[in-house]
């Protein structure tokens, strides 16, 4: 299994407070991937990172921001929690093979972190 | 862009029993298309990918699918079912297009075994 953890496991936490919630990799993949799992929406895509400090939104990035400052370590804040982002947030990682002549990214897939379970009150 | 419809969220089968999870994937550029499983409390594992070639693809604890492009398909499926397969299963799709190696995933299914 890939090397990803994620920390807390567990938080819960009032509304309008801060969180912060960690992805740590040993794999050194360079890309890494926050997503938010609802039921119902399957698995939704809130940020990711193509290298330190590169940084993009995904599609429900609201509320949301990150940051890469090591290879290893990819993290998800919400500046100001609300109910609605009780969710479970999983961080995955990946890692691009070129093919030929192409700069993006090839098909292998994405690695599983066990996820971090938010309660907001 | 690309899309990924997971037929039935909720599949039940009979220990034994054919297990079949219906996915269906839109894209304008031929796919890449993955299957997921999730045991409870846990992370998603990949349980089997197509990328080129060979169109029937088998995975991990006795799953396989098929690329079948002119229906724009990639089902499930597994001979007989195990009670250690209850979970919930998702679909997912990305294209050479996709940059950074994003994936579209489906609405997950979730698979029940009945002893």
Known sequence: DAGITQSPRHKVTETGTPVTLRCHQTENHRYMYWYRQDPGHGLRLIHYSYGVKDTDKGEVSDGYSVSRSKTEDFLLTLESATSSQTSVYFCAISDPKMRTGSLLGGYNEQFFGPGTRLTVL | ?115
């Not at chain 2, 995975?59 to 079912?81: C, D, V």
Request: hydrophobic residues 35%; contains cysteine.
């Open chain 2, 1 to 115: 862009a690309q899309s990924v419809t997971q037929l039935g969220s909720h599949v039940s089968v009979s220990e034994g029993a054919l297990v079949l999870l219906r996915c269906n994937y839109s894209s304008s550029v031929p796919p890449y298309l993955f299957w997921y499983v999730q045991y409870p409390n846990q992370g998603l594992q990949l349980l089997l990918k197509y990328t080129t070639g060979a169109t029937l693809v088998k995975g991990i604890n006795g799953f396989e699918a098929e690329f079948k492009k002119s229906e724009t398909s990639f089902h499930l499926t597994k001979p007989s079912a195990h009670m250690s397969d209850a979970a919930e299963y998702f679909c997912a799709v990305r294209t050479v297009l996709t940059s950074y190696g994003k994936l579209t995933f489906g609405q997950g299914t979730i698979l029940t075994v009945h002893p």
